[in-house]
């Protein structure tokens, strides 16, 4: 893939690859930072907040976040959603 093309978002390949899979799709540089394998585009980092459900009732909680950096090409995978999955910490309503 060309350096200048934007591929369309619809067929943009999902984003947060971790472990193998993002050994696989990018590649890391001497100064540290990571490129994409197919586009050669610097990987980016999106926040992503997972709200901790830690209250006494169904669907509680103290208003906690708790914050990752997902990484992700801005050219071939979509930015990752800033709303992440729950997170109910052992021994509390939801996750008893």
């Known amino acids: ?54 209250g006494p009732f169904p669907m509680s909680g103290s208003g906690k976040c708790i914050y990752e950096e997902v990484p992700y090409c801005p050219k071939c995978e979509k930015r990752p959603e800033c709303s992440g999955s729950l997170v109910t910490p052992k021994g509390g309503f939801h996750n008893p």
């Open 1 to 54: 893939m060309s350096e200048g093309i934007l591929m369309p978002e619809g067929s943009k390949r999902q984003a947060g690859q971790t472990g193998i899979e993002a050994d696989n799709e990018y590649a890391l540089q001497e100064d540290g930072s990571y490129t994409c394998k197919t586009c050669g585009s610097v990987i980016m980092a999106a926040k992503v907040a997972h709200p901790v459900w830690d």
